[in-house]
């Protein structure tokens, strides 16, 4: 069999014959499916098929497929890290090598076992990259994708719409693309790095506005969107499905028309009148273009699972000062408590875990802060009955931290560590839970970020470990938030679900970024570093 890039070469090789365009289109379409099958775009299907399968022998199974590729994928990253620093570790990588073939034949036993004990479950479920039609069948009235295939030389852009869609090959590559994402990624870390204006006030200094390069963000729209945008026309609500560089960044802060002076790149007053992608569309990603189906069909398991029911957890009691965050420390297993405790207070997080609550009706009950943010109280607080499950605290990426090797958010840490209880959520540790969450929101830094494998897509680390635990929707962050942004965005989220004309979640996002970018009691909320870290991964209905 080809390889699925070989394919999609063999597909686009063909695309001269005018006569054959559209079923040249459907079948590049299906061949770039395939070629860009991530991590993340597993794990949600996977969690899929569990519900799916509902409870017994084959979840079972399903689950512990599951654990065991986790498991395999942490091995790789650890191999793939060896060596960077300039040294190689032969017994180390020769022990992961064999770790890897190991819990690699596990997953061929069990997936064999699951084709013999449930033969018609394996058939149905076998990966099927979708059609055009299909797209179109499950796109609801006024929805449409937008799917980005990048590869070393050129991308592909398809635009679908219920009743139509468009195909785009531009000659710009990885390289290309790379170069511009890091680039805007830069002022966005400079301005995420500055205080807002209350802050500042305090100190006696008046706010100052990162400039951000709104041309730079207006020409990759030019290159890329901008000739599927007529297909478009009409839609309200756009699914992205992006691959390779492109998930560093939000879609939505791309800039819809030339902004004219680069003078006033960093005027709030500008910045405010600048037509932003966001704007057009209410956006949510997804991992793959297969992950719609299970939108367009939630299973049973998923609609009687659900009880309304909010928890949220964070504001961990800590005691550290802005620069406590690189001091944890790791001690095999487990974290050492004392190094957790002296990161940074999120201050902002308690106010918001309470508006949240108070905007969706639960009472004080519903909340695991300070004392009570700990691991065993997260574990007995009935988390997979949850609906609505808000996180507010630190978030850390895998190596970032001494000795820390998978993504994890920050809990408030005990007297003494235990394996069960050390003040970390790691992503393991989440990817083992079952939930039937409608909408998980990480309000911390990162929550998007990958975790440093070589297959890594923009969508994994703790992302990951909460579709493969079942997660229906994610809000989760591409950079560093300000503690204050970060609460607004998210209590103006679900106060914008109370007003009669917005009934998606993704339409929520997206008044709650609206809201914050017109605040001219800040200016540094003009910036899109303030307004635009959040995206919506899953279901934005």
Same mark, same amino acid.
């Given at each position: /069999?080809?390889?699925?890039?070989?394919?999609?070469?063999?597909?686009?090789?063909?695309?001269?014959?005018?006569?054959?365009?559209?079923?040249? !289109?459907?079948?590049?379409?299906?061949?770039?499916?395939?070629?860009?099958?991530?991590?993340?775009?597993?794990?949600?299907?996977?969690?899929?098929?569990?519900?799916?399968?509902?409870?017994?022998?084959?979840?079972?199974?399903?689950?512990?497929?599951?654990?065991?590729? @986790?498991?395999?994928?942490?091995?790789?990253?650890?191999?793939?890290?060896?060596?960077?620093?300039?040294?190689?570790?032969?017994?180390?990588?020769?022990?992961?090598?064999?770790?890897?073939?190991?819990?690699?034949?596990?997953?061929?036993?069990?997936?064999?076992?699951?084709?013999?004990?449930?033969?018609?479950?394996?058939?149905?479920?076998?990966?099927?990259?979708?059609?055009?039609?299909?797209?179109?069948?499950?796109?609801?009235?006024?929805?449409?994708?937008?799917?980005?295939?990048?590869?070393?030389?050129?991308?592909?852009?398809?635009?679908?719409?219920?009743?139509?869609?468009?195909?785009?090959?531009?000659?710009?590559?990885?390289?290309?693309?790379?170069?511009?994402?890091?680039?805007?990624?830069?002022?966005?870390?400079?301005?995420?790095?500055?205080?807002?204006?209350?802050?500042?006030?305090?100190?006696?200094?008046?706010?100052?506005?990162?400039?951000? @390069?709104?041309?730079?963000?207006?020409?990759?729209?030019?290159?890329?969107?901008?000739?599927?945008?007529?297909?478009?026309?009409?839609?309200?609500?756009?699914?992205?499905?992006?691959?390779?560089?492109?998930?560093?960044?939000?879609?939505?802060?791309?800039?819809?028309?030339?902004?004219?002076?680069?003078?006033?790149?960093?005027?709030? @007053?500008?910045?405010?009148?600048?037509?932003?992608?966001?704007?057009?569309?209410?956006?949510? !990603?997804?991992?793959?273009?297969?992950?719609?189906?299970?939108?367009?069909?939630?299973?049973?398991?998923?609609?009687?699972?659900?009880?309304?029911?909010?928890?949220?957890?964070?504001?961990?009691?800590?005691?550290?000062?802005?620069?406590?965050?690189?001091?944890?420390?790791?001690?095999?297993?487990?974290?050492?408590?004392?190094?957790?405790?002296? =990161?940074?207070? =999120?201050?902002?997080?308690?106010?918001? =875990?309470?508006?949240?609550?108070?905007?969706?009706?639960?009472?004080?009950?519903?909340?695991?802060?300070?004392?009570?943010?700990?691991?065993?109280?997260?574990?007995?607080?009935?988390?997979?009955?949850?609906?609505?499950?808000?996180?507010?605290?630190?978030?850390?990426?895998?190596?970032?931290?001494?000795?820390?090797?998978?993504?994890?958010?920050?809990?408030?840490?005990?007297?003494?560590?235990?394996?069960?209880?050390?003040?970390?959520?790691?992503?393991?540790?989440?990817?083992? /839970?079952? =939930?039937?969450?409608?909408?998980?929101?990480?309000?911390?830094?990162?929550?998007?970020?990958?975790?440093?494998?070589?297959?890594?897509?923009?969508?994994?680390?703790?992302?990951?470990?909460?579709?493969?635990?079942?997660?229906?929707?994610?809000?989760?962050?591409?950079?560093?938030?300000?503690? @204050?942004?970060?609460?607004?965005?998210?209590?103006?989220?679900?106060?914008?679900?109370?007003?009669?004309?917005?009934?998606?979640? !993704?339409?929520?996002?997206?008044?709650?970024?609206?809201? /914050?970018?017109?605040?001219?009691?800040?200016?540094?909320?003009?910036?899109?570093?303030?307004?635009?870290?959040?995206?919506?991964?899953?279901?934005?209905?």
């Amino acid at each position: /069999m080809l390889r699925p890039a070989l394919l999609l070469a063999l597909a686009l090789s063909l695309a001269g014959l005018p006569l054959r365009a559209e079923s040249l !289109s459907d079948r590049a379409f299906q061949a770039a499916q395939l070629a860009m099958l991530s991590s993340a775009g597993s794990a949600i299907r996977q969690a899929e098929l569990r519900r799916s399968a509902g409870t017994g022998p084959l979840a079972d199974l399903l689950k512990a497929r599951q654990r065991v590729a @986790d498991r395999r994928a942490r091995a790789e990253a650890e191999l793939g890290a060896l060596g960077r620093d300039g040294t190689a570790d032969t017994s180390a990588a020769t022990r992961l090598s064999g770790e890897i073939d190991a819990l690699s034949t596990e997953i061929t036993q069990l997936e064999t076992r699951i084709a013999a004990e449930f033969p018609r479950f394996a058939e149905m479920t076998r990966p099927r990259p979708m059609t055009l039609a299909e797209v179109q069948a499950a796109l609801a009235p006024e929805e449409g994708l937008l799917f980005i295939y990048t590869g070393a030389r050129e991308t592909h852009i398809w635009a679908i719409t219920p009743e139509h869609s468009a195909w785009q090959r531009i000659e710009l590559g990885e390289a290309d693309i790379a170069a511009d994402v890091a680039a805007l990624r830069l002022s966005l870390k400079a301005a995420s790095n500055a205080r807002g204006a209350e802050a500042l006030k305090t100190l006696g200094q008046k706010p100052q506005i990162t400039p951000f @390069d709104r041309t730079r963000a207006f020409l990759v729209y030019a290159d890329l969107l901008s000739g599927v945008m007529p297909t478009l026309a009409g839609t309200d609500q756009l699914y992205t499905v992006a691959q390779g560089p492109l998930t560093g960044i939000p879609l939505g802060l791309l800039v819809t028309d030339a902004p004219g002076d680069t003078a006033q790149d960093g005027d709030p @007053d500008a910045l405010r009148r600048t037509p932003w992608l966001f704007q057009r569309f209410a956006l949510a !990603s997804l991992p793959t273009v297969e992950s719609l189906r299970a939108i367009a069909a939630p299973s049973r398991a998923q609609a009687t699972a659900q009880t309304g029911r909010f928890l949220g957890i964070g504001a961990p009691r800590l005691t550290g000062g802005a620069t406590g965050l690189r001091g944890v420390k790791m001690a095999g297993a487990t974290a050492d408590p004392e190094s957790i405790r002296a =990161l940074a207070p =999120l201050p902002g997080t308690m106010r918001e =875990l309470r508006a949240i609550a108070t905007t969706l009706g639960a009472g004080p009950e519903a909340l695991l802060t300070g004392d009570a943010a700990v691991e065993p109280a997260l574990r007995s607080a009935g988390l997979e009955q949850a609906e609505i499950v808000v996180f507010a605290t630190h978030g850390l990426l895998s190596g970032e931290l001494e000795g820390l090797a998978e993504p994890a958010l920050v809990l408030t840490p005990p007297q003494v560590a235990t394996a069960t209880d050390d003040g970390l959520l790691t992503a393991s540790e989440i990817a083992d /839970m079952t =939930l039937a969450a409608e909408w998980v929101i990480l309000s911390a830094c990162n929550t998007a970020g990958g975790d440093g494998r070589p297959d890594a897509e923009g969508l994994s680390g703790l992302a990951r470990a909460f579709l493969v635990a079942g997660a229906k929707t994610l809000m989760v962050s591409h950079w560093p938030v300000r503690d @204050d942004a970060a609460a607004r965005l998210t209590t103006d989220a679900f106060a914008a679900l109370e007003q009669p004309d917005i009934r998606h979640k !993704s339409k929520a996002l997206q008044a709650s970024m609206q809201a /914050m970018l017109e605040d001219e009691s800040d200016p540094t909320f003009a910036h899109p570093a303030a307004w635009a870290p959040f995206i919506l991964v899953g279901d934005g209905r």
